[in-house]
């Protein structure tokens, strides 16, 4: 009995490595944020698998029951629209859950955005703190004060309608010339970065509609 965890592509489904491909051939059943999505993906490469759903409407109900499940088989693999699972995404309570019983966990390595998104900011790297996405309401001016406060670089998800939003109030906390990074569709045809200081990048897109997934990098205060 185990659980693999197997990152699936962010955009490029040629970004999907050989082993995660065996990975989900051999497996007994997989487990999918969107069923839907990951019968794409997996129509794509010929395989054929039980799916069953596993989204964040649905783990803290059915996860003690997966684990049963899970000790009857050999293996089983989870996966997640794009990326790795748990990261911003369903994994960490099957996870934890699975350990908890002893059945063995593994994660393959693979596609997540904050990575080379990060990478490519020119921005220091060494030292990070990814955050996910930001709270919409409670804590999220808090947020806002330890990121402008952080010596080091900070990483962030953010989605198409609310990324104007903690552009300005990026450069209401960090002021009008700390360095960020926006990058958007990542490993997808249309993956474009923009560079600059809060007012610059803002200013972009002032001019160019936010469309698409956004990972949003700050660096941190001299």
């Known amino acids: 009995m185990k659980l693999y965890l197997v990152p699936t592509p962010i955009g490029n489904l040629e970004d999907i490595t050989l082993r995660a491909l065996r990975i989900l051939k051999e497996c ?54 794009a990326g790795t699972p748990a990261i911003s995404d369903p994994g960490f309570l099957l996870v934890r859950e699975c350990l908890r019983e002893g059945i063995e966990v593994e994660c393959l390595p ?20 990814y955050i996910g996405f930001l709270p ?16 080091i670089t900070t990483v ?12 300005e109030q990026l450069q209401t906390f960090c002021g009008p010339e700390r360095a960020i990074s926006v990058s958007r569709e990542i490993s997808k045809k249309f993956e474009e970065t923009v560079r600059g200081t809060t007012t610059e990048v803002l200013e972009h897109f002032r001019a160019h509609e936010p469309r698409g997934e956004f990972v949003v990098v700050v660096s941190g205060v001299e």
């Open 110 to 129: 693979g596609a997540t955005a904050f990575v080379p998104a990060l990478v490519v900011s020119g921005l220091p790297c060494e030292q990070f703190e």
């Open 156 to 167: 962030m998800y953010e989605s198409p309608h609310r990324l104007m939003k903690t552009l």
């Open 28 to 81: 007994d059943f997989i487990l999918a944020e969107d069923t839907r999505e990951s019968r794409k993906l997996l129509a794509h490469f010929s395989i054929d698998k039980p799916v069953y759903s596993y989204h964040q409407n649905n783990e803290h109900t059915i996860v003690k029951g997966l684990v049963e499940k899970i000790r009857t088989q050999e293996s089983v693999a989870l996966v997640t629209d």
């Open 136 to 151: 919409h309401k409670k804590g999220r001016e808090t947020r806002f004060k330890a990121i402008a406060a952080s010596s």
